[in-house]
């Protein structure tokens, strides 16, 4: 699907579908207005007749409206003006998509870029179209030896601006480069997610890191068990012992400014398949477990989505991967092991491996000075409990940091909400036997697992991102969502609005 931005009038198109906006009850918005004009009335009409109030996520398609140059309108739902905001607008955005995707235009001209959205840009209007968009027609059928569908007729969508502002045309481009880039990173993320566990195994996430640095010219070193041994790696190790695929330590670098300026460190979990080991998981819904690798994927879609933009900032991805099985070798509840930063950790409870992979994979991150380390990981089940499937959940010591990715979220919609990182839950994991133990009980899951890797971030600003609730979607539409790497990526462009001064 291409995209452009065209300043243009919603009555000279011939194009194979113009989108407008109806508001509730029955308004037309300027581009629908416009359109009704040379119409001479036909789209009001329509609104009197009944058809069509305005109801957000509405659709209704017309053909061949008299006076027009178009061969179809499509009509909008977008609820009452003075309520809509960014669910209302996606919402009426997917409509959109869904409905053009059922017809047979190959190209189409939306005029939504002006519809008012409580305090959002057009910029921001832009950049969630072509998301949104591009996640109309992604699929993964490639492990199905027939692909059912059709391909998508629809290949290309002009956005139209009514506003001539220069300043405001740029923006606008600068925005849709930035939806692509998010877009791109999203896929990736889903594939890698969605892929079966026998095929993403550790092996093959390291292959395709080094792939994606192939192709954007980055730099990529997949660590092996034996150098991890030599880097006293017990923790990650530890979990990797029932298993009979090679755990790795992935690194990629990208370097988009000087390397003398620190780094941004996004550390990803990722656990190809996590039966919970010896403290095997229950049988069902444990094919979901494959996704266990998102904090890894959505590190490799946002270094993916910045490398597309080329996006004025350094980055290092550190992904420690392994499986988490129960085989004869395996770590069992009592071992106690010595990470990499020397403490020691009483293994009560093997489920609990996310924190182990990632302890070791923050004591790495120390050697790139990082300016910030944020983790990514489908860490606690508790994290559902709490935030369910809507906001992932925050952990930070630093308020500036938390601030910081909050707005990001908020900009790129992709929400997230803040937990407290309290000392009074550290007591949860006091143990008899080693410096701590990898659980803290019932109470609190989120947070003693965030506060088990604060032991391991004192020399860095850092944040922790549980995605457990937002990675993927279970049910019938069961598949990756591409989560966090809007989040991910806005905060990245948000440092670079930042730095612009000093280019
Ligand atoms: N990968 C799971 C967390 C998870 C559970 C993500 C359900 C998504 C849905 C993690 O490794 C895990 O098993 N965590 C345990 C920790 C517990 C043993 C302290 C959990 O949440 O039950
Ligand atoms: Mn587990
Ligand atoms: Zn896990």
Known sequence: MKFSIKNVDPAKQRSGCVVVGVFEPRKLTAAAEALDKVAGGYLTAILRSGDMEGKAGSALMLHKVPDTLCERILLVGLGKERELADKGYRDA??????????????????????????????????????????????????????????????????????????????ASEEALQQGLGIAEGMNLAKDLGNLAPNICTPTYLAQQATEIARIYNLKAIVLEQKEMEKL?????????????????????????????????VLVGKGITFDTGGISLK?????????????GAASVLGTLTAIAKMALPVNVVGIIPTTENMPGGNATKPGDVITSMSG?????????????????????????????????????????????GHIAS??????????????????????????????????????????DMANIGGRAAGT??????????????????????????????????????????????????MKNKPLT
């Open 393 to 434: 959940g925050l952990l930070s010591n630093e308020d500036e940091l938390a601030e910081e990715l909050l707005h990001a979220a908020e900009q790129s919609a992709d929400p997230a909400w803040r937990l407290p990182l309290w000392d009074e839950y550290q007591e949860q994991l006091k143990s008899n036997f080693a």
């Open 282 to 294: 229950p049988a069902a819904d444990m094919d979901e477990m494959k996704y266990d690798m998102c």
């Open 232 to 264: 006293g790696m017990g923790a990650l190790l530890a979990v990797a012992r029932g298993s009979s695929q090679p755990a790795k330590l992935i690194v990629l670098e990208y370097w988009g400014r000087t390397k003398k300026e620190k780094p941004v």
């Open 93 to 170: 955005v997917r409509a959109t998509f869904k409905t053009l995707h059922e017809t047979g235009a190959g190209d189409a001209m939306l005029f939504l870029t002006e519809v008012p959205v409580k305090n959002r840009d057009t910029a921001w209007k832009v950049a969630q179209i072509t998301i949104v968009a591009m996640e109309s027609i992604y699929r993964f059928d490639r492990l199905k030896s027939k692909v059912e569908r059709d391909q998508p007729r629809l290949r290309k969508v002009i956005l139209g601006t009514v506003d001539t502002r220069r300043a405001e045309l740029a």
């Open 447 to 496: 947070i003693t697992a965030a506060c088990f890797l604060s032991r391991f971030t004192k020399k860095y600003r850092w944040a922790h991102l549980d995605i457990a609730g937002t990675a993927w979607k279970s049910g019938k539409e069961k598949g990756g969502t591409g989560r966090p790497v809007p989040l991910l990526t806005q905060f990245l462009i948000g440092r670079t």
């Open 343 to 387: 403490q020691t950790i009483e293994v009560l409870n093997t489920d609990a491996e996310g924190r182990l992979i990632l302890c070791d994979a923050l004591t790495y991150a120390e050697r790139y000075e990082p300016e910030t380390v944020i983790d990514i990981a489908t860490l606690t089940g508790a994290c559902v409990i709490a935030l």
